[in-house]
């Protein structure tokens, strides 16, 4: 079963050999050309075999246009301090104007896109970060002047808004355009430590919706809801195809996102564990996870970007414990045999699956191809 196969079986809720797995990470330094953030990102692709791509740039990447700048300064998860915010006044978000997709900076990331599909081809589906506009705006203005902004000038803000908002469905028609397979939705304000329902419903939602119907002729777009005490239930009828979230660290737990939404659910793995846990520990997380959705409509990652120091053991470990799913009642192993569980096998070697589908039996793949997690 190939990578394109697996995640739509997935997000159908149909069976498949083993649940996707997918890591993604910030690049410091790399992200700052084209060239740098594709070649970070094929190579992280080629070492380790995940089921897709995220192209994960600096959040300033859809701001510099307007004034924006940052700087690396060491942050463990790789992103950059912002050092020069535009937006200082509720007046200034009247200067915005609409960017052209096709030049600046904007243009520089529709290369590194173009770069990472021209190495790859179209064995891996590949999906671009966009920042909703609220996480656009708190970038411009910092986070405590959002909220005063939207709070005591919404006129301001909203004009403001409008001109993120065009800029952004214009860019996601371009990754379109370009080949890219969906987005990767980025929602940083659906929080209820940060404001009501009834703000966001105002200065969200409308926004979020006009940039996901640019997303929509794409099949993998990915609603990623950032933070702790998310907003879950209010933005799961967003027309996505898989819901993300940090489930381990703020949750809910998988299973009532999955309770919610219709498409795939993505998590599973703490970060936590993933830096500091034994290869034994993620295991058992991989084994919580797949046992919370009964394996179905599940793609295995964390709530968000992997920090820099992540042990390239714990990578390793991660894909041998997916490797070693296997998924049952549905699925009968090679030999014949019929099981009606979800197990986590111990022979590292990945075994060759049978697909069930009613009486239609569907060899799966060979998986004897060498990986480096596989050694």
């Keep these: 079963m190939d990578k394109r196969e697996r995640l739509q079986r997935t997000i159908a809720g149909e069976p498949v050999d083993r649940p996707p797995v997918a890591l993604w990470r910030h690049w410091p330094v790399d992200d700052q050309t ?12 080629r070492e380790w075999d995940w089921d897709f791509i995220k192209v994960t740039p600096s959040s300033s990447f859809c701001l510099r246009d307007w004034g924006a700048r940052d700087e690396w300064r060491g942050h463990p998860e790789g992103t950059r301090d912002y050092v020069v915010r535009p937006v200082q006044s509720p007046d ?6 609409v960017l052209d997709p096709c030049q600046g900076s904007l243009e520089a990331q529709l290369t590194a896109l173009e ?18 506009p609220l996480a656009q705006a708190k970038n411009l ?12 000038y919404p006129d301001a803000l909203r004009r403001g808004l409008e001109t993120i908002t065009e800029t952004t469905v214009r860019f996601v028609e371009a990754v379109r355009e370009r080949g890219a397979d969906g987005i990767f939705y980025a929602v940083q304000h659906a929080r209820y430590g940060y404001m009501s329902e009834e703000e966001y419903r105002l200065f969200g939602r409308p926004y979020d919706l006009r940039i996901l119907e640019a997303a929509r002729g794409m099949w993998l777009n990915v609603l990623h809801l950032h933070g702790e005490a998310v907003m879950l239930e209010t933005l799961a009828d967003y027309p996505v195809q898989v819901l993300h979230w940090h489930d381990r660290e ?3 737990a998988l299973e009532v996102g999955q309770a ?4 795939a659910v993505s998590g599973g793995v703490g970060r936590r564990t993933l830096v500091l846990g034994t290869p034994e520990e993620i295991a058992a997380e ?10 179905r409509r599940l793609i295995l990652s964390t709530g968000c970007v992997a920090p820099l ?67």
């Design 309 to 375: 120091t992540t042990p390239w053991g714990n990578l390793r470990a991660l894909r041998q414990a997916v490797e070693r799913i296997t998924l049952s009642g549905g699925f009968r192993s090679a030999s014949g045999g019929s099981e009606n569980h979800l197990a986590l096998g111990c022979d590292p070697a990945p075994k060759e699956v049978t697909v069930v589908e009613s009486f239609k039996i569907v060899p799966g793949p060979s998986l004897k191809k060498s990986y480096p997690f596989r050694e």
């Design 34 to 45: 084209p060239e740098g953030l594709a070649e970070a990102t094929v190579h992280f692709q």
């Design 141 to 152: 203005a910092g986070e405590d002047r959002l909220l005063l902004h939207l709070r005591r």
């Design 260 to 263: 919610l939404f219709g498409g």
């Design 286 to 295: 991989v084994a919580d996870a797949v046992a919370r959705t009964g394996g």
């Design 115 to 132: 770069r990472i599909r021209a190495a790859l081809g179209d064995e891996v589906p590949v999906i671009q970060t966009v920042f909703s």
């Design 250 to 252: 703020g949750g809910p």
């Design 92 to 97: 200034d978000w009247a200067r915005l104007v």
